[in-house]
Nanobody, 129 residues
Framework: QVQLKESGGGLVQAGGSLRLSCVAS????????MGWFRRAPGKEHEERDF???????????EYADSVKDRFTISRDNTKNTLYLQMNSVTPEDTASYYC???????????????????WGPGTPVTVSS
C-alpha cells in the first residue's frame, strides 16, 4: 500500500506561480509511475482530468495540452516526493489537484485516471483574475 498526501495549494493571482508537492509513504521502495490530475469546482461527480505524469526514473513525462509549456512535473525519489511547478496560471487552472500512483511494475506513463490506483486527498488551487 502507498499513501499519498498533497500540499502547496492556495490562492494565486493570474500569471503567478505555485508549486505543489506530493509525499508518498508506505511501500515506496519500488518507485511508481505517478501523475497529477485535477477536478474543477462544481464537477465533483465527474472524473478527474489529467494534468501530467512521470515515469519512475523521472525521465519520461506526459502533459495535457492545456498545461504544456506552463507546468512541469518532476520527482525526487530520495525524498519520495512528486512535484508540480505551475507557472503562468490562469483562472481556468482553478481546481483541486490530486496526485496518483500506478501499481508497481506498471511502467507505462499514461493519462487515464483509471490506471492510477493510489490517490491523495487533494489540495485546492484558486487562481484569481
Amino acid at each position: 500500500q502507498v499513501q499519498l498526501k498533497e500540499s502547496g495549494g492556495g490562492l494565486v493571482q493570474a500569471g503567478g506561480s505555485l508549486r505543489l508537492s506530493c509525499v508518498a509513504s508506505g511501500r515506496t521502495e519500488i518507485s511508481h509511475v505517478m501523475g497529477w490530475f485535477r477536478r474543477a469546482p462544481g464537477k465533483e461527480h465527474e472524473e478527474r482530468d489529467f494534468v501530467a505524469s512521470i515515469n519512475a526514473r523521472g525521465d519520461i513525462t506526459e502533459y495535457a495540452d492545456s498545461v504544456k509549456d506552463r507546468f512541469t512535473i518532476s520527482r525526487d525519489n530520495t525524498k519520495n516526493t512528486l512535484y508540480l511547478q505551475m507557472n503562468s496560471v490562469t483562472p481556468e487552472d482553478t481546481a483541486s489537484y490530486y496526485c496518483g500512483a500506478r501499481l508497481p511494475f506498471r511502467t507505462i506513463v499514461t493519462r487515464r485516471t483509471a490506471d492510477y490506483v493510489y490517490w491523495g486527498p487533494g489540495t485546492p488551487v484558486t487562481v484569481s483574475s
